[in-house]
C-alpha cells in the first residue's frame, strides 16, 4: 500500500468542521486502556525499572505473552524452542523490542475491526514490522537518531487507520477497497481529518513519547513544497513506510526478491545519500527475510 503522504492541510477543509468534532468525540469514547497496557506505559520509558518488573507485568497479560514467546520461537529468532517469559524477553527478542512489540500489542488491542473486513490485521501488522524494522536499522547508519525510538515510531504509524476502522467500520470498509493511493484525501472528505492526525492525538492522549507525537504529527500536515522542512526522523519512516510499501506489492505481483530490493528512491533526502549502499544493503536483508515477517505478522493478528 503506497500513501501520497504530500496531502496539505486544504484537503481537510472547514466544511467538514461537523465530521471534525463527531470523530474527536469519539476518540474521547474509546475503551479504556487493560490493565497490561496502563501497567506497561506506566514502566515502559522508565529507565530506573528493572527488568524483572516488565517481565512480570507481561506475564500478567496471557495474550501477550503468547505472543512474545511466539515471536521468540518464529523463524526469524531461529526457533529456540522458548518457554518463558524471561527467556523470550531477555535472551532472544531483548528488552527494548520487546518493550516497542509489547506496545503495539497493547494499544491495538483496544480496537475491534472485525467490522470492517477490508481492514486486514495481518497486513497492518506485516507492514508494521517491515517498516520498524528497516527504519530501526537504516538509524544505524544515520547520525542524530536513535535506533529504537525509530523503530517505535514506525511500529505505531498507522495505528489511527485501525482506530478508524473500529469507530466507523462502513465508512472505512468503503475506503479500503478503492485506490489506496487516494486513502488521505477520502480520509480527509468523511472525517476532515487523516488518519495520522488521529494517531497523534491518541498517542499524545496515552503518553506516548514525544518523538512519535511529533513524526505523526508533521506527518498530518505535509505540504507538497516544505517536504525538506521535516524533522530527520519522520523523513525516515515516511521513507520506510513507502518500501515496506513497495515489497509487499512487488512481492504480490510475483517479481524476484532482487526486484524487490531496488527500491531506493531517487533522490534520497541528504542525511542518507552518504550512507546509500548501507541503506540498499539492508533493505536487500529485509526483503530477503519476507517469509519470517509473513510468520511473525500471523502470531501477532
Known sequence: MVLDLRTTRKQCVVSNEKNLFISMKKLNELPPLSNAARKILEIIYN???DISVFVNVVKQDPVLLGKLIGLANSAYYGRRNVSSAERAII???GLKTAKNIALGVVLSGIFD???CPNFKVENYWLNSLLSAR???EFAVYITDIEPDEAYLCAMLYEIGQMALAFLYPDVMNRILAEEQTQMIARECEN??????SISAELLEKWYLPEIVVQVL???AEIEAERVTELSKMTRLIQLCKTLSSDILSKQSQMES????ADALPEPLPDFMQPVKAELKAVLEKTAGNLEDYREMARLLS
Open 257 to 260: 526478491t532482487t526486484e524487490q
Open 191 to 196: 472525517f476532515g481529518r487523516n488518519h495520522y
Open 91 to 93: 535472551d532472544i527478542l
Open 217 to 219: 504529527a508533521e506527518s
Open 134 to 136: 528497516l527504519a530501526r
Open 47 to 49: 529507565p530506573d525499572i
Open 113 to 115: 475491526t472485525r467490522q
